[in-house]
C-alpha cells in the first residue's frame, strides 16, 4: 500500500529493485488533448530508471472506470 507523501514510482521501482524483476508490466490512461501519449510522472519514471524491460499497455475506457484490484 502507498502511504500519503510516497512516490508510487520510487516504490514500484524499490520492489523491481528487491525481487530482480526481469519486467515491468504498467497501465497508461493518459492523452494529451492533441492526442499524442503523455506519460504521468510515475510512468515516466519507470520507463527511464527500472532495472528491467517495462511494457506498457493502453488501459481502454472500461479497464480505465474499474475499481481499482485490492
Same mark, same amino acid.
Given at each position: 500500500m502507498? !502511504?500519503?507523501?510516497?512516490d508510487?514510482?520510487d516504490? %514500484?521501482? !524499490?520492489?523491481a529493485?528487491?525481487?530482480? /524483476?526481469?519486467l515491468l508490466?504498467?497501465?497508461l490512461?493518459?492523452?494529451s +488533448?492533441?492526442?499524442? $501519449?503523455n $506519460?504521468g510522472a510515475? *510512468?515516466r519514471r519507470l520507463? $527511464? /530508471? *527500472?532495472p528491467c +524491460?517495462? %511494457? /506498457?499497455?493502453?488501459?481502454? +475506457?472500461?479497464a *480505465?472506470?474499474? *475499481? +481499482?484490484?485490492?
Amino acid at each position: 500500500m502507498v !502511504g500519503r507523501g510516497q512516490d508510487v514510482g520510487d516504490l %514500484l521501482l !524499490g520492489i523491481a529493485t528487491q525481487e530482480q /524483476a526481469e519486467l515491468l508490466i504498467i497501465g497508461l490512461r493518459r492523452k494529451s +488533448p492533441i492526442g499524442n $501519449l503523455n $506519460l504521468g510522472a510515475s *510512468a515516466r519514471r519507470l520507463v $527511464l /530508471a *527500472a532495472p528491467c +524491460p517495462v %511494457l /506498457a499497455v493502453k488501459v481502454g +475506457p472500461r479497464a *480505465a472506470n474499474a *475499481a +481499482p484490484m485490492r
